[in-house]
Nanobody
Framework: QVQLVESGGGLVQAGGSLRLSCAAS????????MGWFRQAPGKEREFVAA????????YYADSVKGRFSISRDNAKNTVYLQMNSLKPEDTAVYYC????????????WGQGTQVTVSS
């Protein structure tokens, strides 16, 4: 069983930055693909970014490319989401997810952290 705990959310002005962290328990973290998703009020959860167990392979939603950066530290069992040039439309609850190597869906989820960007 893997537990994921997000932190780093908060209130920031448009144009500002935040760094989210997701700490994972479990010895097999390094083999998981890790992702960040977000859900705004009244909207479905959407993909933001993901990073393969090989940290050099990353994926981003078009809406965040060039502004957000995902990274991982397998020694610390932690994945990060650096968010720059934040916009009001980035306001959402951000969730961390973990996907095992043979799974096509995310198997584990954190509780979420609120990010609010004021205009």
């Amino acid at each position: 069983q893997v537990q994921l705990v997000e932190s780093g959310g908060g209130l920031v002005q448009a144009g500002g930055s935040l760094r989210l962290s997701c700490a994972a328990s479990g010895r097999t973290f390094s083999s998981y693909t890790m992702g960040w998703f977000r859900q705004a009020p009244g909207k479905e959860r959407e993909f933001v970014a993901a990073i393969a167990w090989i940290g050099s392979i990353t994926y981003y939603a078009d809406s965040v490319k060039g502004r957000f950066s995902i990274s991982r530290d397998n020694a610390k069992n932690t994945v990060y989401l650096q968010m720059n040039s934040l916009k009001p439309e980035d306001t959402a609850v951000y969730y961390c997810g973990g996907r095992t190597p043979r799974s096509s869906e995310y198997d584990y989820w954190g509780q979420g952290t609120q990010v609010t960007v004021s205009s």
